[in-house]
């Protein structure tokens, strides 16, 4: 419990705080200090307490209604909830008047006075827009002149014309003969609440920052990037590079706020994109914007207040596996585990160190995969089965290849499709015979079994389960977390 207590200093006479006179809403923002706090009163006694936490703007911090009251000496306790932990503080109003007090908080030792602006008015502007409030409806006193809190998000002039410069949040100061009030300032676009980040895929770290700034509050160049905005819907922005291709931006995503809520945004995404699906709180939508030919898609988790970005491919015939090379078989029998696969059988008979079989229930050209195992117990390479009618949808393949990795023109041969990954590490062979293999090259190859068969031989069909009859949606996605790990 946070408690913080004052005095009165000796000597010094204060005049009589009343309740009506704390009553409304009352600021400190002080950009500069990367500071900012709301202090409510209601008629009721009822008290609401908002402040900024680490990079966003916290409208709110509890729904539960917190108490306050005034005790000798103009000391205001206030009492609330912060994350449903009971938090109390403690101030002595020194000054007050119709448009700003000032207190002092002390708990022992002076923190020092702070002087709060009385909440007149809020303004909600699109970029670009200007207005002019009515400053006699909620001003009754003599006005002596404007300014911005932050001029990057809104300027005003000396008639009191505020113009919106970019999305964001801020106040303006409305100075009075009887103290200085602030206007809140919101410029924020419900027509286009999310903006288009088709330019960050594909791109490197050093390339978003060229692009967007070096004010990152955190970067790894072989993980992520990211942001903390002052945008009135998202108080952070993250960069992921791909899961295997740990060099190229393949994710983007928005940690969203709570001030806009759920109805809102979902009604905007109907109304701004396609839709394709839902479940479990889960929205998945394709946007307008492009790249490389292929549609950018939101996928919009309510549960956890996060919007997702990601290019859409051609419909996947199976699960990418690549970023599971360098594991052992315990976590790739995790990530199976995951995705509903059934473990089939292991088989030493092409590596001296195993391979590890699983069905594959949601392709409907694959019926199995294998991983292979190196002398470190570690997966280098892995092996997709196709069912016997694969040859149907072998155009269908190949396209979808291609979509995905670069074709090997030198290596391609009557029999057998050769392809790379863009960073030249990882060899694919779609093979005549019914398989496409997968090979990571900074993995120490497996050791060959002394007898080696061939791998089809090895498939035991009665263990592996029947062919879909429906192809898996591209908007299964997999959407990784971020992580410093």
Known sequence: ????????????????????????????????EGVWEVQKFMPSGVFYYSNKSIGSWKFQNSMNDGRYWIEEGNRVTCQYFLNEVPTQIKFT??????????????????????????????????????????????????????STHNSKIVTVDDSGNITAVSLGHTYIDIVTDNGTAVIEIIVFDRDNMFGDYS??????????????????????DNNGLTYYLDDYLADELYFITGLYDKIHVEYVYL?????????????HLNEKYTYLSDADGIYNYVTNQFVNDNPIAIIYDSNQSKLSYVVLKPDDCWVDFSYLFGQTDNIVNKEMVEFGYTYLFSDYSYSKDGSDYYSIKDSKQ????????N???????????????????????????????????TETTNRQYVFYDKLNRMRIVFDASGY??????????????????????????????AKPKT??????????SFSKN
């Open 1 to 32: 419990m946070l408690l913080i207590t004052s005095c009165q200093e000796d000597g010094e006479e204060l005049f009589r705080l009343q309740l009506d006179q704390l009553e409304g809403e009352w600021v400190y923002d002080a950009p500069q």
């Open 93 to 146: 109003v020194f000054d007050i008047n119709s448009y700003s007090y000032t207190g002092e908080y002390n708990d022992g030792a002076i923190l020092g006075k702070f002087t709060y602006a009385k909440l007149l008015s809020r303004l909600e502007l699109k970029p670009g827009e200007t207005k002019k409030p009515d400053y006699a409806s909620f001003v009754k006193a003599n006005i002596n002149g404007y």
């Open 199 to 220: 330019f960050a895929f594909g791109k490197t770290i050093p390339e978003i920052i060229e692009k967007v700034g070096d004010d990152y509050v955190y970067r790894e």
């Open 255 to 267: 940690k969203l706020n709570d001030n806009i809520s759920k109805s809102v945004i979902i009604s």
């Open 366 to 373: 694959a019926s199995m995969v294998g991983f292979v195992f």
């Open 375 to 409: 002398g470190e117990k570690k997966m280098c390479e892995y092996w997709i089965y196709l069912y016997d009618d694969y040859m149907d949808y072998a155009n269908d393949i190949i396209a979808w290849l291609k979509s995905k990795y670069v074709l090997s023109t």
């Open 436 to 465: 496409v293999s997968y090979t990571d090259s900074e993995q120490v190859p497996f050791t060959p079994a002394s007898q080696p068969v061939s791998k089809l031989n090895q498939i035991k069909t009665s263990n592996v389960s």
């Open 471 to 480: 192809t898996p949606k591209y908007y299964n996605l997999r959407i990784p």
